[in-house]
């Protein structure tokens, strides 16, 4: 069965500090995709990145960047410079294909990030 | 465009009443899901829809508990009769058909039962 951990129940770091989320993800999908969501304090859930199982490159947006690597099924987020904008509930989530053929997100139980000034 | 839009925002009701809440999912897009937030179980997927047929309800709680698609512009959630262990924040998502694309949610429905 699909499965997604995110170790990291909740991280603290002072503002301009990097900050890694990591998620780590089982599969029997030969196709899957990954996802990351950001849940600010307001509260709505807001898609960051969406990644195909066959494009292990990494990707940088602005200060956010991604590493997805197949070989250790881990797909873990970096914040560079992280400010208190930052400071939310991240959420990684894997695709899971259903009989027929539509899908569903298998999402981990997320990690709250403070980031204090 | 709008959104996926959900109604109400807020509801505060007492054990025992009916609840309905409700989701129009952005135009054209042919799956919609319906989620619940607590601290204690995260986000769990309570079921969803494509093409307003209701796939997989493997994660509705019980039987208190009902979907209803009756077109591609509107889902309803109903709680009858509700109890306090429901209040929770629900959310619609929504997203196209075809290549797995990402879900867009709507903004939630904080339900207090007391």
């Known amino acids: 069965a699909q499965k997604v951990t995110q170790a990291q129940t909740e991280i603290s770091v002072v503002e301009k500090e990097d900050v890694t989320l990591d998620c780590v993800y089982e599969?029997?999908?030969?196709?899957?995709?990954l996802f990351w969501y950001k849940q600010p304090p307001s509260g709505e859930l807001v898609f960051l990145i969406r990644?195909?199982?066959?494009?292990?490159q990494n990707e940088i947006s602005g200060r956010y960047s991604w590493n997805f690597q197949k070989s250790t099924s881990s797909f873990n987020f970096t914040i560079t410079a992280s400010q208190v904008v930052d400071s939310a509930v991240y959420f990684c989530?894997?695709?899971?294909?259903?009989?027929?053929?539509?899908?569903?997100?298998?999402f981990g139980s997320g990690t709250r990030l403070l980031v204090r000034p | 465009d709008a959104g996926v839009i959900q109604s109400p925002r807020h509801e505060v009701t007492e054990m025992g009443q009916e609840v309905t809440l409700r989701c129009k999912p952005i135009s054209g897009h042919d799956y919609l899901f319906w989620y619940r937030q607590t601290m204690m179980r995260g986000l769990e997927l309570l079921i969803y829809?494509?093409?307003?047929?209701?796939?997989?309800d493997s994660g509705m709680p019980e039987d208190r508990f009902s979907a209803k698609m009756p077109n591609a512009s509107f889902s309803t959630l109903k709680i009858q009769p509700s109890e306090p262990r429901d209040s929770a924040v629900y959310f619609c998502?929504?997203?196209?058909?075809?290549?797995?694309?990402?879900?867009?949610f709507g903004p939630g429905t904080r339900l207090t039962v007391l």
């Open positions: 998502a929504s997203t196209p058909g075809g290549v797995i694309n990402e879900q867009f």
């Open positions: 990644r195909n199982s066959f494009d292990e």
């Open positions: 599969t029997r999908d030969t196709t899957y995709y």
């Open positions: 829809f494509n093409n307003n047929v209701p796939i997989d």
């Open positions: 989530a894997l695709s899971a294909l259903m009989m027929d053929s539509s899908y569903k997100l298998i």
